[in-house]
């Protein structure tokens, strides 16, 4: 492996940890809130999820390669446990049912992606693609934090979020 290329591997591999890691986060600090405090965490992490899932997919998924099944398998499970979460609401009487089933998701996804995905996809791409990996996934901040601030949007489920987010990401990458 080139040296340019074993640093564009280095890069991806750091900017997906990190990712998962700041998700963890979210997710621990809304296990956490209490009753009638859970509507700004949740809201951030449902958020910071979408944005993460959809910047992966299209990292991980570039048009012409083989389609990595664990992406869609997990990002799946994800959504319907998303949903079930949003479906209950935030103060719901077993609130920690829904979020230990999205935790749960969010464990699997994120061994699939480190463990198998993430290697398959080094593995099979040129630096270009890996370079443009890390390029999707660098954008995740800054398109979070626009999502964050901007005004309040119709609601939508979960996984037309993901959808448009993916179109956003897709475009970027176009200029």
């Known amino acids: 492996m080139q040296r340019t ?3 564009s ?3 991806l591999v750091h900017a997906v940890v990190d990712a998962h890691l700041r998700i963890r986060d979210l997710v621990r600090g809304l296990a956490h809130a209490k009753a009638g405090g859970r509507v700004e965490p949740g ?3 449902i958020g910071r999820l979408a944005v993460h899932l959809a910047a992966e997919r299209v990292a991980l998924d570039p048009p012409g390669s083989p389609h990595p099944a664990a992406l869609v398998e997990h990002e799946r499970a994800l959504t319907e446990a998303v949903e079930r979460l949003d479906d209950l609401g935030p103060d719901g009487r077993s609130f920690a ?8 998701a969010l464990v699997r996804h994120v061994d699939a992606v480190e463990r198998d995905v993430l290697p398959r996809f080094a593995a099979s791409h040129d630096d270009a693609d890996l370079r443009r990996a890390v390029e999707v996934l660098g954008m995740v901040d800054a398109v979070d934090a626009a999502e964050a601030s901007s005004a309040p949007r119709e609601l939508v489920g979960f996984g037309h979020r993901l959808r448009e987010l993916r179109t956003l990401f897709e475009e970027a990458l176009r200029g």
């Open 5 to 7: 290329q074993e640093a």
């Open 43 to 45: 809201a951030r992490l």
């Open 9 to 11: 591997v280095e890069a």
């Open 97 to 104: 049912v829904p979020l230990g089933l999205l935790a749960d």
